[in-house]
């Protein structure tokens, strides 16, 4: 054989064939591409007649290929040639072909490469693009390179996915560096675990994500002790990674390549690693996440000398795709913020929506009630008027104004800030569930504030909405309960003297600022 590996290459092709599925962390030009062939060829050696599916979206899809860029494509069956040496027959149907030929081959997924056993068997790797259309209809061992730069990867992984699972003898490989954009899908399936700590290694280093997918990690400190090295950008003489990154013009995305930092600032607005933070705690602290219907024992966790909130993200409607209804009970404990209990359903009853948050207020006795009344006016005043009486109701409305440390910002802006900053500083707990990182991963940064995205099952931030109401809830003013004596008469809408800061019980009339995405 005339190729050589490094040893994290030789790490991976060794240990890797432990497992039936695995994603590759590597640091950019690290040799996925050629370990990725070379594997291809061992799959192809090793099972006559298998097919390996080799998709790759290290090329720039949906416009002109340039020659440089098929040269990549040459470059995969160049090295499964090369390792099968004089040992067997290697056809592709890119022999003799010009480069823009071989770009349209790729294009419309009809490249492949041969490997003849005798005059009926042979193995195919078939090298496709990487789009959700074309991922169907294959079966064998699969291949995914460059996956952090699959646009909707989530989709694209559930449609390869069947791909390899009809056979236990199939395998599926993908390798990344981290993208740009935090909220991608290949950011959760390389996500260490908190607090893990990296020594380099010319090996690599093995780890698992939290769905329990091995993880094989090569940053540039990695690969420089394999004999992988980085170039200075004037001399070209080999350096070290820090001096290459002292030297690189964005940090950032010198990090991100090379170190493998999982950079924070994408378009989620909640980290992922600090919600992964959050989470640990909660677990720590027993903090649950329900759906549908409450807990028997949820008030069993609660600290009866914390002081405590209750936020809620209403939406009075049952359908399967519409906006469930998101409750949080949340604690205040030396500076962070318990949610003892986050919580979702889905009513079109208005009436049992109000009996669930009287069941909820009565069971924990919170100092406020903090409700989103942005798009359910009336019916969030129904449930001040009725509830009042046990605890301080506090009508929150996203487009109204607000004024902190002298900043002007919408009350959506002023509250997201406060829950993304205390995940991020490390003062909060979440529930440990799936559900709930999800829930919050759907939380984006947009033109200075937040937006929620919608899922395909409805969920829209609505339990991230809920803790940040509780949060406002452990926050606002509650004051002193008074009793007086008041005139008897008609009704007045107006607020009470001396209490401004109280809402008038009949609603304003909405005037379209809307901006709570909440479906009435």
């Not at 990725?36 to 007649?49: D, H, S």
């Not at 948050?357 to 798009?375: H, N």
């Not at 909405?465 to 003013?477: A, E, M, R």
């Amino acid at each position: 054989m005339k190729i050589r590996l490094a040893e994290y290459q030789r790490e991976l092709l060794r240990k890797g064939r432990e497992f039936g599925i695995l994603m590759m962390l590597w640091r950019r030009q690290g040799g996925k591409t050629t370990t990725f062939a070379w594997q291809a060829l061992r799959w192809m050696l090793e099972n006559p007649g298998t097919l390996v599916t080799f998709s790759t979206c290290s090329l720039a899809l949906g416009s002109e290929m340039t020659e440089r860029e098929t040269q990549l494509l040459t470059g995969i069956i160049s090295t499964i040639r090369e390792g099968v040496g004089a040992a067997g027959r290697v056809e592709s149907n890119a022999d003799g072909l010009d480069w823009y030929d071989i770009a349209d081959l790729y294009q419309h997924n009809r490249l492949e490469v041969s490997l003849f056993h005798d005059r009926t068997t042979r193995s195919r790797t078939k090298i496709i693009a990487a789009r959700y259309e074309t991922a169907r209809g294959y079966s064998g061992y699969v291949l995914l390179d460059e996956v952090g730069f699959i646009r909707d990867f989530k989709s694209f992984y559930e449609a390869i996915e069947p791909v390899f699972s009809r056979n236990p003898d199939y395998r599926l490989w993908m390798a990344t560096t981290p993208p740009e954009d935090d909220s991608h899908y290949s950011y959760e399936l390389t996500a260490y675990p908190p607090g893990m700590e990296f020594v380099p290694d010319a090996r690599g280093t093995w780890y698992e994500n939290e769905s329990g997918m091995p993880v094989h990690r090569v940053s540039a400190d990695d690969a420089e002790l394999a004999g992988v090295h980085l170039y200075d950008p004037r001399t070209r003489q080999p350096v070290a990674p820090a001096q290459h990154r002292v030297k690189a013009l964005d940090k950032v995305a010198w990090d991100r390549n090379y170190g493998l930092v999982f950079t924070q600032g994408g378009v989620s607005a909640v980290p992922l690693v600090a919600l992964h933070q959050a989470q640990l705690l909660g677990k720590e602290l027993g903090c649950v996440f329900a759906e549908d219907e409450l807990p028997p024992d949820w008030t069993a966790n609660l600290d009866p000398g914390a002081e405590t909130a209750v936020g809620a993200d209403p939406a009075t409607t049952e359908k399967e795709k519409s906006n469930p209804f998101g409750v949080a009970v949340t604690q205040l404990v030396d500076g962070s913020y318990i949610a003892r209990l986050l919580f979702r359903f889905r009513s079109g009853d208005p009436a049992k929506c109000k009996a669930i948050l009287r069941e909820i207020v009565e069971a924990c006795r919170p100092r406020c009630l903090a409700i989103d009344a942005t798009s359910e006016r009336f019916w969030a005043a129904e449930v001040r008027d009725e509830l009042g009486a046990l605890t301080h109701v506090e009508l929150i409305v996203n487009s109204e104004r607000t004024e902190y440390l002298g900043e002007s910002m919408t009350m959506k802006t002023y509250l997201g800030n406060l829950a993304v900053n205390a995940i991020e500083d490390r003062q909060a707990a979440l529930p440990p569930d799936k559900a709930v990182k999800d829930d919050f991963r759907l939380v984006r940064r947009f033109k200075g504030g937040f937006d929620n995205m919608l899922d395909s099952a409805g969920h829209h931030g609505d339990v991230f909405d809920g803790w940040k109401n509780s949060i406002h809830g452990l926050l606002v003013p509650v004051g002193e309960c008074e009793a007086e004596a008041v005139a008897v008469g008609n009704p007045s809408s107006a607020a009470l003297p001396g209490r401004p800061e109280r809402m008038h019980d009949t609603p304003p009339p909405d005037d379209g600022t809307d901006s709570g995405g909440l479906i009435a």
